[in-house]
């Protein structure tokens, strides 16, 4: 089903004035025949008869040539079927007339996900569609409106909770921007075009995601070629952002719908392993932390004994030299300040 645009004529404001004007000369005719209809003397003049039917059957079925009144604002779209068979859109902003019995139709009208356009009350009640605490939800509405929006919209899917590529889970959410690029197809090809990219989304943010690690990890391939690499979810955000964009985009392009741009607004270990995970990059700091410390002070005891030997302070034996050594690192290597012990006596 291919979008066919229709170029009408912006024509409602004269169908609107020329429909009243109708109406004010029905009654009129409905007055002067039923005036010229029956005559003083009783006798009956067909003419008078036949313009008092005339009018009354106008203003009874008028009424329909109102229907046909539309008014779009910019981005938006109406897509018309005329008893069951798509005839085209509208799309320019404008107040047209169009037939009376084309009707518009947008199946998606209803639904109100958790996304920009969607969050305006409705006079009705709503009913909610959840696929779990965690999964894709939806609201169906009493009311909506059966215009099509052609606006960048934003949508926030639920929180996922994901196993990554070793096993750990790990809570995710992403924002999409998207829009309707052809309303024909997202229209008549799926049920529900809101409905279908939420549930898309899921399933996207499901297959990029098992593919990577939460942090860097060894001998993981993230990219398929075959060669381990330091992708991670939190590395890596802006890269496994547009391979979401990417999955997201071939799955709904039977839909016409453009995904703009996907970002990762929510990323963290899931409750039940946050503690075991933060204690486990506590640790690894801290043995960055001593490996650093434990670098500068074998640099600095090299230096001392350098300094020592090339002006002659003092000469020291290998097994002094041990004590010294030994002495320095565990000053610059403890935890605490060192609390020195003052020799007064002699070293031998």
């Known amino acids: 089903m291919n979008e066919k645009v229709l170029n009408k004529n912006k024509n409602g404001m004269a169908m609107l004035l020329l429909t009243?004007?109708?109406?004010?000369?029905?009654?009129?005719?409905?007055?002067?025949?039923?005036?010229?209809?029956?005559?003083?003397?009783g006798q009956t003049n067909p003419w008078g008869i036949a313009l008092f039917v005339i009018g009354l059957v106008y203003v009874l079925a008028g009424w329909i040539l109102f229907c046909g009144l539309k008014v779009l604002r910019p981005q938006e779209a109406l897509v018309l079927t005329l008893f069951g068979k798509y005839i085209g859109t509208l799309k320019d902003d404008g107040f047209y007339w169009v037939n009376p019995f084309c009707t518009a139709f947008n199946p998606a009208?209803?639904?109100?996900?958790?996304?920009?356009?969607?969050?305006?009350?409705?006079?009705?009640?709503?009913?909610?569609?959840?696929?779990?605490?965690?999964?894709?939800?939806?609201?169906?509405?009493?009311?909506?409106?059966t215009k099509i929006s052609l606006k960048i919209m934003t949508l926030n899917n639920s929180r996922q909770k994901i196993n990554d590529c070793l096993g750990n889970p790990v809570e995710i959410g992403i924002a999409v921007m998207?829009?309707?690029t052809d309303t024909a197809k997202a229209v008549f090809?799926?049920?529900n075009y809101k409905e279908y990219l939420s549930l898309q989304c899921d399933s996207a943010l499901r297959n990029i995601v098992r593919l990577y690690p939460y942090d860097v990890a060894e001998n993981v391939d993230t990219t398929g070629d075959g060669q381990a690499d330091e992708g991670s979810l939190r590395g890596s955000s802006e890269v496994?952002?547009?391979?979401?964009?990417?999955?997201?985009?071939?799955?709904?392009?039977?839909?016409?719908?453009?995904?703009?741009?996907?970002?990762?607004?929510?990323?963290?270990?899931?409750?039940?392993?946050?503690?075991?995970?933060?204690?486990?990059?506590?640790?690894?700091?801290?043995?960055?932390?001593?490996?650093?410390?434990?670098?500068?002070?074998?640099?600095?005891?090299?230096?001392?004994?350098?300094?020592?030997?090339?002006?002659?302070?003092v000469e020291l034996d290998e097994e002094r030299k041990a004590a010294m050594v030994s002495n320095l690192l565990v000053v610059l290597c403890g935890n605490r300040d060192a609390q020195p012990i003052v020799n007064s006596g002699s070293l031998y």
Do not use: C, F
């Open 178 to 180: 998207w829009r309707v």
């Open 240 to 313: 496994v952002a547009e391979r979401i964009r990417k999955e997201i985009q071939s799955k709904v392009e039977k839909a016409g719908l453009e995904i703009i741009e996907a970002r990762i607004t929510y990323l963290a270990y899931a409750p039940e392993i946050a503690a075991v995970m933060l204690q486990r990059q506590q640790a690894s700091a801290i043995i960055d932390a001593r490996k650093m410390i434990v670098d500068g002070a074998v640099g600095m005891v090299e230096m001392a004994l350098d300094r020592l030997s090339e002006k002659q302070v």
């Open 20 to 41: 009243l004007l109708l109406y004010v000369v029905a009654v009129a005719a409905m007055i002067i025949g039923g005036n010229m209809g029956i005559s003083e003397s």
């Open 189 to 191: 090809n799926v049920d």
């Open 109 to 145: 009208a209803k639904t109100k996900l958790k996304q920009s356009g969607d969050v305006d009350g409705t006079a009705g009640g709503l009913l909610q569609l959840s696929a779990g605490s965690q999964g894709t939800s939806a609201q169906i509405s009493a009311g909506g409106s």
